[in-house]
């Protein structure tokens, strides 16, 4: 009745272990009374486990299978696939081999399959942003942006950028953007580009009739061709698209336009703000006509930071600088 009440114990595998490792140091009394928790039978099964387990341990390899490629050669074909979408996985295999890297060219196939990269058929294809970052340096930017009085007169307002060097240039103000005001913009624009050193090839803008032919006649008279974007593609105009939208979170939203010469001193404001004290991140921090300053490196200059702020149209705009 006793035997009936208590539950078997249930042993572990390593009391297993140690009861069949312990097989041949029992008496044989002892080994008998044993049968009270387990039979002999399955004892020497134990036994024969442990020894199994030991040589299939001592028989298998330190490292099993083909070893993993190095992480300095995964990244460095990640890197040939990013910079030329062109190569598939076997111009890759022969770069490689090339640089005096020897690997298989599944090796490649997998490590691209890994990261989701598809073959190079599939990402054969150019992007705007990746167009326009390869052609920044001849490439500039025009847009309209209308704003409003507080007597409710519309404002245009027309501005150019460049890609490369994000400097913005607003060419001016009114209320009725003629075509002989549009074409003398032009004008202005492009003898401030020679003032100033600047090289252009193409213009992008948008396809709104206040831009005149006279206006494209001008630039093309200077070299400059003049590419309008397509029909719901913003993105062939982003940058000057995000400059607009920075003037408006930054000043417009936050200004109450008296008429057009407090617009267009608010903009010329701006302007100077954005060019010389605005960081960008396209230019690592930097404005686009002042370069990062040195880091500080001296740590009794960063215990004791003595920072100015300059305020422009009235706190609107903060700029701050270290106190001379």
């Known amino acids: 009745m006793l035997q009936r009440q208590i539950d078997k114990p249930q042993l572990t595998w390593p009391d297993r272990a140690l009861l069949a490792a312990l097989l041949h140091h029992f008496p044989r009394v002892q080994l008998r009374r ?24 001592a028989s298998r390899p330190k490292s099993p299978g083909r070893p993993r490629t190095m992480r300095s050669v995964r990244v460095l074909v990640l890197r040939l696939a990013s910079e030329n979408r062109n190569w598939g996985y076997r111009r890759i295999h022969g770069e490689l081999a090339a640089l005096g890297i020897n690997v298989a060219a ?6 691209l399959k890994d990261h989701g990269i598809d073959p190079a058929p599939e990402r054969d294809h150019t992007t705007w942003a990746a167009f326009l970052r390869s052609q920044a340096h001849a490439i500039l930017a025009a847009d309209f942006f209308e704003t409003k009085t507080l007597t409710g007169t ?9 890609h490369a060097t994000r400097r913005a240039r607003i060419l001016g103000a009114t209320t009725h953007p003629t075509a002989a005001w549009v074409t003398q913009l032009a004008r202005n624009m492009v003898m401030d580009l020679q003032d100033t050193s600047g090289r252009a090839k193409f213009l992008i803008r948008d396809r709104d009739v206040r831009y005149p032919a006279a206006f494209d006649a001008v630039l093309h008279a200077e070299g400059i061709g003049v590419v309008q974007s397509g029909v719901r593609m913003p993105r062939m105009n982003a940058i000057m698209e995000r400059w607009v ?13 008296w008429n057009q010469a407090h617009l267009l001193h608010a903009l010329r404001e701006y ?3 954005y060019n010389q004290h605005r960081p960008h991140r396209a230019l690592a921090s930097a404005a686009p006509l002042r370069s990062l300053p040195e880091p500080i490196s001296e ?3 960063l215990t004791h930071l003595e920072v100015r702020r300059r305020d422009r149209l009235g706190g609107i705009l903060h700029e701050y600088q270290h106190a001379a």
């Open 154 to 162: 519309t404002l245009y307002v027309l501005t150019v950028i460049e």
């Open 271 to 273: 302007e100077q703000f």
């Open 299 to 301: 740590p009794d200059r």
């Open 34 to 57: 044993l049968q009270l928790i387990v039979s002999p039978d399955t004892l020497l099964r134990w036994h024969r486990d442990l020894l199994r387990r030991r040589h299939a341990k």
């Open 106 to 111: 599944s090796t490649v196939w997998n490590i």
């Open 245 to 257: 939208r920075s003037c408006r979170t930054e000043l417009l939203d936050r200004t109450l336009v």
